[in-house]
């Protein structure tokens, strides 16, 4: 849980939906991830802190299809083998461990709502529409953190580097990704 007392807003950042870039701009603006020591790096843990309920909640999106092989590719490098996956079987079992964070974000936004989404492939515009980034623009630490890692979004143009993702989705991988995902999908109008 990333969030700001003097915006009343949360902050949920699902993993590799641009966590480190998006919450840049925010820590110019006071946001924290860790109640008992003010930490200021951002952190993947969903959860609503106590007595926070009524804040704004804004979360990272990202088409699912495009997380999927973005969790291969830095699966991949982590492990430092770019083979690490023999089949899209295989690396759909491990990385939907990593992808039901989905039903998460969903349970939040049926209990809470979100009030803003940043869809990873479409940052700088989302980020902008939020009221205090938007209010707070002419914040030298907030400029330099948006034309650092906003504005110059990485995330937009895939470099796949695993065979797993250097080609299309089979429709089969495709069509169990949407089955599983099929609220998600529909809740933020993302195609199958």
Known sequence: MNYSDEYKTILLLPM??????????????????????????????????????????????????????SIIEWSSKINKNINKYTSHKEAFEDVSRIMDDYFTILKFNNEYGLKYTID???????I??????KDNLQDSC????????????????????????????????????????????ETFNYQK
Do not use: W
């Open 16 to 69: 590799r939906q641009g966590t480190r870039a998006v919450f840049s701009p925010f820590s110019c603006l006071g946001f924290i991830s860790d109640t008992k020591n003010n930490k200021v790096t951002p952190t993947h843990r969903l959860e609503i802190p106590e007595g926070k309920s009524y804040y704004d909640i804004i979360s990272t999106i990202r088409h699912p299809y495009k997380r999927y092989k």
């Open 120 to 126: 990873t492939e479409n940052m700088a515009d989302d």
């Open 128 to 133: 902008l529409k939020i009221p205090c980034i």
């Open 142 to 185: 907030l400029q330099h953190k948006l034309e650092s890692t906003i504005y110059t979004n990485q995330f937009i143009t895939e470099n796949p580097k695993t065979p797993l993702t250097s080609e299309p989705l089979p429709d089969y991988i495709k069509e169990q990704i949407y089955s599983r995902y099929q609220e998600y999908f």
